[in-house]
């Protein structure tokens, strides 16, 4: 389901006239609460949904706290997740730092085949754990036909400091002084701004019952879709039209997949990090799966293509153990900052647009890459792969002299 607002998700809760502007005040907002009736019955489970589908309630706040807070918020974010908001309990709350710039909240409640397949990126921190959430509260109710209401109720915190403000946003109009000033300005310089934070805006906000976030529906479960199993991450398919030499770009990909950003977000999954076992480059919007770089105007130049990467969990041999799955750029520069690249070396870049430091890195379990690797045998195989001239953290692959596409340059696809 898509739950879609006119206002942003956080949207304001105040406004004060302060140092020759109006101040909107919002505040952060990292959860939403959704609220289920069945056949006029309440479902008030109060799961929180964050981070790997098997995070139970500790799991899950833990995750939000160092996962999706930003500086100074931890300690508010985390009290508010235990507390959980005052009057109705949910039946799930979901915890995302997309909530603050989006109109929409994505609700996957229902889906069979890969768990990425049924989310946005904008779900990813909570997903997975709401499919199987609402997988065991099927398998509860049973099969047949029911009457649902579902709600959202996006729930934000305003906290006040001397050096961090979170949960304001400092929107100003109406006035010349303020404009340019941030949120702290106003909180140092306006007692009274400061006196409304501190005060009567500190603490929780919930939202009011909407009835714009309400969905009411008839739902005819099968069988099949109440035995409590939820989606599970599988690893995509390999792209179906490669525009350069596959084996050796995977052999690339494989060489850069445990260095730059690759490696810290498989990190942030994994405590023991391994080598990766799997390549496979994947349907993307490189469309021919290598393409030349915007050339920025002037500044960059180069090639790109798109990979992700498997590692094994520590123990391989535990099929339901939770190994990594990462998704990364392989970029060569022959341009950077306006300056040409003497013999320009592959290396591994983020997928978060300007951000090329930042990659997304999700568990996956050992058996799903055994089924990726088992399918995917006549493609790629990691073992079969030629052994590249190195695999340090500045991607330096192929003899001295080669430029590591060996015979198929991709600056020329």
Request: proline share 6%; glycine share 12%.
């Amino acid at each position: 389901m898509l739950m879609m607002s006119y206002l942003p998700i956080q949207a304001p809760c105040a406004s004060i006239k302060s140092q020759g502007s109006q101040v909107v005040i919002c505040p952060v907002v990292k959860a939403v609460d959704l609220f289920i009736q069945v056949d006029g019955e309440s479902q008030t489970d109060g799961h929180i949904c964050c981070g790997d589908a098997t995070n139970d309630r500790a799991a899950a706040i833990k995750y939000a706290e160092d996962k999706i807070c930003n500086s100074g918020e931890e300690a508010a974010v985390r009290k508010m997740l235990e507390d959980g908001p005052p009057g109705e309990k949910p039946w799930a709350t979901i915890v995302s730092k997309s909530f603050a710039d989006e109109h929409f909240v994505l609700l996957p409640l229902l889906f069979q085949g890969s768990l990425d397949d049924a989310n946005l990126p904008e779900s990813e921190s909570y997903g997975g754990a709401l499919l199987k959430r609402f997988a065991e509260l099927t398998a509860k109710l049973g099969p047949g036909k029911k009457n649902w209401e579902l709600r959202i109720a996006p729930r934000g915190i305003i906290v006040g400091a001397d050096e961090v403000i979170s949960g304001i946003g400092g929107y100003q109009g109406g006035g010349t002084d303020g404009v340019g000033m941030g949120a702290d300005d106003y909180y140092k310089e306006d007692a009274t701004f400061k006196a409304l934070v501190d005060g009567e805006l500190a603490g929780q906000h919930i939202s009011a019952k909407n009835p714009g976030l309400i969905a009411s529906f008839s739902l005819d479960l099968p069988s099949k879709l109440t035995e409590g199993g939820g989606a599970k991450r599988q690893a995509p398919p390999f792209r179906q039209f490669f525009n350069g030499d596959l084996k050796e770009h995977c052999t690339i990909a494989m060489g850069l997949a445990g260095t730059g950003p690759s490696r810290s977000a498989v990190a942030q999954v994994l405590a023991n990090q391994g080598k990766p076992v799997h390549i496979i480059i994947p349907e993307s919007d490189l469309v021919g799966g290598i393409t030349p770089m915007n050339d920025q105007g002037g500044r960059e130049g180069g090639t790109r293509f798109f990979a992700t990467a498997l590692f094994y969990s520590p123990d391989p041999s535990d099929e339901q153990g939770l190994g990594a799955m990462v998704k990364f750029v392989c970029a060569k520069y022959e341009r950077r900052n306006h300056e040409n690249v003497g013999n320009p070396k592959w290396e591994a870049e983020g997928t978060f647009g300007n951000s090329r430091d930042k990659c997304s890195a999700f568990p996956i379990e050992n058996s799903m890459i055994n089924a990726a690797i088992k399918r995917d045998e006549t493609i790629f195989s990691a073992t079969e792969a030629p052994a590249v001239g190195g695999d340090d953290a500045n991607g330096d692959y192929g003899d001295a002299g080669d430029d590591g596409d060996a015979g198929d340059d991709a600056d020329e696809d």
